[in-house]
């Protein structure tokens, strides 16, 4: 075993915070704000272009004190320099996990099985490099020598979402390259997409570590298809390049080995956006800009590596969450980024989070009987604050929310920017506040109703308050603060996995799925129904008769 082994609940800490947990849960914000008026100054932190503000969550310096010991109980600071070091702690799969090591600088030396990986990673770097330069320049070119227009990422899961969400978050940094992510094995995604490009200007990007995921090899055969049906076959070797760490995989397919990027088995799916798997992301911003997005990340893993945990941002994060989920017992948590740009940041992160920490079974093989991985869910303010905004103010259940914002706009329009800053400080401030009933009444008495039906009326328009959020206050969306922002996520998967007790790099809850469909397939294909229950072979028989 090389993590701790540690169950949370059986620590003096946890004990503590559960009768903590009594004292503090019926205290209203407002009332924390009245007791300590400096809250703003002691629960907040700066660090680069961050200004992180935790301040109205249902803590007090006992809490902060409390979650800390159980921090230092389950041993994280070990843990984080196994992490950092290159251990196999990815122990169900015999893996290191060293996507920090992706974004170290050419001086580091890392070591898995005694070798030194940062020369493969420089030269992999450089590989990326050359090759989206000469893409965007026009010193590549398709087989008609027309220049790139068009770039089509096909992957699906860790292969897709992370080179999506970025190019979208950093859309404003990006050349005259269109980007387009098929990733779904729903063929209506891929023919919508390959109606609208040309083959003599389309460059396919297959990302795929495995180069086995049967979305991904489909769409790369129907794409490859349609290419060879437009352009010679001999074409290929122009339009077709793979991002894989299964290189015979992909010869098989018939990419040349020239044209492969590789990655290695330590480099997780979720958190490979910062290997060659970020290859669509350097031909949409340039190669520069993608390489600011690893130094921030980089920047934020020294925070996190060299930090102690009263300033450390992802360990307090992490144990914020924990607080809510395991002592309030919260079902979800809301990311609300006050940015367009943004809109792909909570999905990217449901992964993330979900696929990491959504764990039952703890590191001594145990089932475990606590609470793990949060649901994470949200969209961009101040969109979300017309939808479902309603239910985190007036609904039953308490949802922490965090908010994310930029003190700048990219284009500069200052009166936008007020009006959405204005929005997102109104929203952190309404959810604390909240609204008594009497300040209801107070803007109904002008109204011409009777006093009894503004009584009535003020109970629907009350606000309890007391709904906790936190605040990340960023300078600007720059492809450096969005990588701090994306390892800052990265390092409190990790603080939290560790503290449940789970292992947070394995996914083999997304196996059993595959298996099933995988002879649900051969049935649909040869008219078989096997042996299923009751509901599924109707279902079956349904969809058959429609073939
Ligand atoms: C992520 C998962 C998963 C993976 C996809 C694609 O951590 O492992 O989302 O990225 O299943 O896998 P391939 O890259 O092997 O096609």
């Given at each position: 075993m090389i993590l701790p082994t540690i169950n949370p609940t059986t620590t003096t800490a946890w004990e503590a915070l559960k009768s903590h947990y009594k004292t503090i849960k019926d205290t209203h914000l407002k009332d924390l704000f009245t007791q300590h008026p400096d809250r703003a100054t002691i629960f907040s932190t700066e660090w680069n272009d961050f200004y992180i503000d935790y301040s109205k969550n249902r803590i007090d310096q006992t809490t902060k004190k409390l979650l800390l010991d159980l921090a230092k109980e389950t041993k994280l600071d070990q843990a984080i320099q196994h992490y950092f070091e290159g251990s196999f702690i990815n122990e169900t799969e015999n893996r290191a996990v060293l996507h920090t090591a992706l974004r170290a600088p050419e001086s580091c030396h890392i070591t898995v099985d005694d070798k030194d990986i940062i020369p493969e990673i420089t030269s992999v770097k450089e590989k990326i490099k050359s090759f989206s330069n000469q893409v965007i320049s026009g010193a590549l070119t398709g087989y008609t020598g027309k220049t790139f227009t068009d770039i089509v990422n096909i992957g699906i899961g860790g292969s897709d979402l992370g080179p999506a969400m970025i190019t979208e978050s950093l859309a404003y940094y990006k050349n005259h390259l269109t980007l387009h992510f098929i990733s779904n094995v729903d063929g209506d995604h891929i023919h919508q997409n390959l109606k609208e490009l040309n083959p003599e200007t389309t460059l396919f990007v297959v990302v795929s570590k495995t180069f086995s995921t049967q979305e991904t090899i489909?769409?790369?055969?129907?794409?490859?298809?349609?290419?060879?049906?437009?352009?010679?076959?001999?074409?290929?070797?122009?339009?077709?390049?793979?991002?894989?760490?299964?290189?015979?995989?992909?010869?098989?397919?018939?990419?040349?080995?020239?044209?492969?990027?590789?990655?290695?088995?330590?480099?997780?799916?979720?958190?490979?956006?910062?290997?060659?798997?970020?290859?669509?992301?350097?031909?949409?911003?340039?190669?520069?800009?993608?390489?600011?997005?690893?130094?921030?990340?980089?920047?934020?893993?020294?925070?996190?590596?060299?930090?102690?945990?009263?300033?450390?941002?992802?360990?307090?994060?992490?144990?914020?969450?924990?607080?809510?989920?395991?002592?309030?017992?919260?079902?979800?948590?809301?990311?609300?980024?006050?940015?367009?740009?943004?809109?792909?940041?909570?999905?990217?992160?449901?992964?993330?989070?979900?696929?990491?920490?959504?764990?039952?079974?703890?590191?001594?093989?145990?089932?475990?009987?606590?609470?793990?991985?949060?649901?994470?869910?949200?969209?961009?303010?101040?969109?979300?604050?017309?939808?479902?905004?309603?239910l985190i103010h007036q609904g039953t259940k308490l949802i922490p929310t965090e908010f994310i914002g930029f003190k700048n706009s990219l284009f500069g329009d200052q009166d936008h920017q007020n009006k959405l800053m204005a929005n997102f400080f109104a929203q952190t401030e309404a959810l604390m506040n909240g609204k008594t009933k009497n300040e209801a009444l107070g803007e109904l008495t002008s109204s011409t109703s009777s006093e009894e039906q503004q009584q009535k009326l003020a109970s629907f328009k009350t606000f309890i308050g007391n709904k906790p959020t936190t605040t990340i206050l960023i300078d600007k969306l720059t492809p450096r603060n969005l990588g701090a922002l994306i390892a800052m996520y990265e390092h409190r998967i990790f603080v939290q996995g560790i503290i449940w007790n789970i292992f947070s790099y394995d996914q083999w809850g997304v196996e059993l799925g595959k298996q099933l469909a995988t002879a649900i397939l051969s049935e649909i294909d040869t008219d078989q129904i096997g042996n299923h229950d009751a509901s599924t072979t109707t279902l079956l028989h349904h969809y058959l008769r429609n073939k």
């Open positions: 489909s769409n790369a055969t129907t794409a490859r298809n349609w290419f060879t049906q437009h352009a010679p076959q001999d074409a290929v070797s122009k339009h077709f390049v793979a991002v894989s760490s299964t290189i015979s995989n992909v010869t098989e397919f018939g990419i040349a080995e020239d044209n492969i990027f590789p990655l290695w088995d330590w480099v997780g799916g979720r958190f490979s956006l910062w290997s060659a798997v970020g290859l669509s992301i350097s031909l949409s911003i340039g190669y520069k800009n993608y390489d600011a997005l690893l130094t921030g990340a980089y920047e934020m893993d020294e925070h996190f590596k060299n930090t102690s945990f009263e300033e450390n941002i992802p360990v307090l994060l992490g144990l914020l969450s924990i607080w809510y989920n395991n002592f309030f017992e919260v079902e979800s948590e809301a990311i609300i980024p006050y940015s367009q740009y943004l809109h792909r940041l909570p999905a990217y992160l449901q992964q993330g989070i979900m696929e990491s920490n959504g764990k039952s079974i703890d590191r001594n093989g145990d089932p475990i009987d606590y609470q793990t991985g949060t649901i994470i869910w949200g969209e961009p303010g101040t969109n979300a604050q017309h939808a479902f905004f309603q």
